[in-house]
């Protein structure tokens, strides 16, 4: 059975740390997709940082440098260690799974998703 759920949400100032987790099961094995997304106010949900299940990874330029995605605990946990945040990062956070071999930045492409972490970042 597939469940992702998010958890570390909450309210920084700006230039501070969160981590985010995903607690993740049913994609502990074979090829899959896994990625963080956020969603903003009026705006589109947007990919940010993706895993792949042979441990690559890749960044939204907004992002990059900044933020870092993992898997821990026998890949039953999905990580998002944010650093240096700005306001701007505010948003609504979904980690996101699929089984393909190619990940796309795309929502569209994901077919399970938790059900999202608060995070705002005051200046």
């Known amino acids: 059975q597939v469940q992702l759920v998010e958890s570390g949400g909450g309210s920084v100032q700006a230039g501070g740390s969160l981590r985010l987790s995903c607690a993740v099961s049913g994609y502990t094995y074979g090829t899959y997709c896994m990625a963080w997304f956020r969603q903003a106010p009026g705006k589109e949900r947007e990919g940010i940082a993706i895993?792949?299940?042979?441990?690559?990874?890749n960044y939204a330029d907004s992002v990059k440098g900044r933020f870092t995605i993992s898997q821990e605990n026998a890949k039953r946990t999905l990580s998002l260690q944010m650093n240096s945040l700005k306001p701007e990062d505010t948003a609504m956070y979904y980690c996101?799974?699929?089984?393909?071999?190619?990940?796309?930045?795309?929502?569209?492409?994901?077919?399970?998703w938790g059900q999202g972490t608060q995070v705002t970042v005051s200046s």
């Open positions: 996101a799974a699929v089984r393909r071999s190619w990940c796309s930045w795309s929502r569209w492409t994901y077919t399970d």
């Open positions: 895993i792949t299940s042979s441990g690559t990874t």
